[in-house]
């Protein structure tokens, strides 16, 4: 029985499927099935049941999978008491929403390869209740969400707010500066997504304003979005940095609201049950790095 066995073993239990646990640990699918394979024959008793169309643990896996978690803790433990520091290596895949990509998520990859040369960061852009699933199946190392995870199994740390700001076309109802229950009647409001941590503020704002509904016009690009509003299609909720640009070029308008709109807090998030010096290391640069009030180049 060998560590490595046993982390193939882990990961394979608990990601979504062998193919993915096999790209976590940088090896082929046969690899990791002849390392779980050595591992059954060490123990004299299979680990998986492999009749259906995939493999899932079998009695003897689930008693055995805690106490591998345990070990490969403690192994990990022991490399960072005893090794030497030599910065992080290998692959990590992070997860950020459309917003980081698109103010602070280059200087978070650039802070990063500073501080770990060797480190390749691979990012994906997605909303975030997607996020949350490719992390739970493993396909992601963590992610950068609005809110804090409720799901079981994962952990969350706040590490910033985002302001967001009412816009309306600057052409369009040119006396109006608050945003009243009569414009929500008659124009949309242009907004990402339900899953979007966005729709989480609409929600939050649509009850402390008693505002019974509005229409919504979904998009799921904030350039889009941005565009749409300054095109007069209908209401936009943009973040106060961008919406202080657009108006500064007379292309729209902030509104106030009563009651105004609450910051989004963000928070980094991972699974419980990884504890890999990457992760710690990766908060520390992400709290360094994260600014929303960031204004996209190209604005």
Not at 118 to 130: A, C
Not at 136 to 143: N, P, V
Not at 273 to 299: G, Y
Request: glycine share 8%; aromatic share 8%.
């Amino acid at each position: 029985m060998t560590l490595k066995q046993l982390e193939a073993f882990y990961w394979a239990a608990t990601c979504a499927s062998f193919s993915i646990a096999a790209d976590r640990l940088h090896l082929s699918i046969s690899s990791l099935s002849k390392r779980i394979n050595e591992l059954e024959q060490s123990l004299g008793a299979p680990l998986f049941d492999r009749s259906g169309h995939r493999a899932v643990l079998n009695n003897a896996g689930e008693r055995l999978l805690p106490r591998a978690w345990q070990l490969l803790q403690d192994a990990e433990s022991i490399r960072q008491a005893i090794g030497p520091d030599t910065g992080l290596s290998g692959r990590c895949r992070l997860g950020v929403g459309e917003f980081t990509a698109l103010t602070w998520l280059p200087r978070l990859l650039a802070m990063a390869k500073r501080s770990h040369p060797g480190l390749v960061l691979e990012p994906t852009v997605d909303i975030g209740m997607e996020l949350q699933r490719k992390m739970q199946s493993g396909e992601l190392d963590f992610a950068i969400i609005a809110g804090q995870s409720r799901r079981p199994g994962m952990s969350s740390e706040l590490v910033g707010e985002a302001d967001f700001s009412w816009v309306i076309a600057t052409e369009l109802e040119p006396t109006a500066t608050l945003l009243s229950p009569a414009l929500l009647d008659k124009y949309p409001v242009v907004t990402l997504p339900i899953g979007a941590g966005t729709s989480n503020i609409l929600d939050e704002w649509l009850s402390a304003s008693r505002q019974p509904s509005f229409q919504r016009l979904i998009c799921n690009n904030w350039g889009a979005i941005a565009g749409l509003a300054a095109e007069g299609v209908g209401l936009g909720m943009l973040p106060t940095s961008w919406a202080t640009v657009f108006e500064q070029r007379g292309q729209l308008r902030i509104l106030q609201s009563k009651p105004a709109l609450q910051p989004l807090a963000y928070s980094f998030q991972w699974r419980s049950d990884d504890n890999r010096p990457l992760l710690a290391s990766m908060r520390e640069i992400v709290h360094l790095a994260v600014d929303f009030s960031i204004t996209h180049r190209l604005m």
